[in-house]
């Protein structure tokens, strides 16, 4: 089955720097990773997705880059803000699994006024 | 739309006592995937039902834990005979199942605590 794996565990950044996340998966059939943010006591909430069609997806401050060959997708956030800090999860889903998604392990985004 | 709707938002149960967990999808959606998060660590997968049947079980521990998803009525997770290792938040997420993968949406979770 697939495995996602997801570094670093623990990320702090100053306010306006850059946030890098990367995170890898093991089955190739997978085509679609979504990433969700988690801030603390709530729900996961979508915050962006990319489909193995395409390489790079942005969204304002958040993007989303895809290397199918390598197997690995990472998430970018530029001039971070103190209300970016929460946990990410970065997933992996095969299209004959629906929507069921595997999640990585999670990286807690400090980000420091 | 309500979105995805889970009840009770905490509970407590002695060990050995049972956990009923509810979860109402989002209206019109089929599919429900129900995944667990221990302290500090993340979503593990347990089961995916639609309507009346079971489509993956891979992540449900092999005893005293069981899900359905009826004709009517919410879908339950169900755990017999809890240990202080269950304790955890559990989450429900529900999608239309169209293919393709779509986003699922999440409900506020099930803070389980056994005593």
């Known amino acids: 089955g697939e495995n996602v794996e997801q570094h670093p565990s623990t990320l702090s950044v100053q306010e306006g720097d850059s946030a890098v996340i990367k995170c890898t998966y093991s089955d190739s059939a997978s085509n679609y990773f979504p990433w969700y943010k988690q801030e603390l006591g709530k729900r996961p909430q979508l915050i962006i997705d990319?489909?193995?069609?395409?390489g790079e997806k942005k969204d304002q401050r958040i993007a989303v880059t895809l290397n199918k060959t390598a197997k690995h997708f990472s998430l970018h956030i530029t001039e971070t803000q103190p209300e970016d800090s929460a946990v990410y999860f970065c997933?992996?889903?095969?299209?004959?699994?629906?929507?069921?998604?595997?999640f990585g392990p999670g990286t807690s985004l400090s980000v420091i006024p | 739309n309500a979105g995805v709707m889970q009840n009770p938002r905490h509970l407590v149960r002695r060990r050995g006592q049972e956990a009923r967990l509810r979860c109402s999808p989002m209206k019109g959606h089929s599919h429900v995937y129900w995944y667990r998060q221990l302290p500090e660590e993340g979503l593990k997968f347990m089961v995916y039902?639609?309507?009346?049947?079971?489509?993956?079980e891979s992540g449900m521990p092999k005893e005293r834990f069981s899900a359905e998803f009826p004709k009517e009525g919410p879908s339950i997770l169900r755990i017999q005979q809890v240990v202080r290792g269950d304790s955890a938040a559990y989450f429900c997420a529900s999608s239309p199942g169209l293919g393709g993968n779509t986003e699922a949406f999440f409900g506020q979770g099930t803070r389980l605590t056994v005593v």
């Open positions: 997933a992996a889903s095969p299209k004959t699994s629906y929507d069921k998604v595997i």
């Open positions: 990319i489909r193995s069609n395409v």
């Open positions: 039902l639609q309507k009346e049947n079971i489509i993956d």
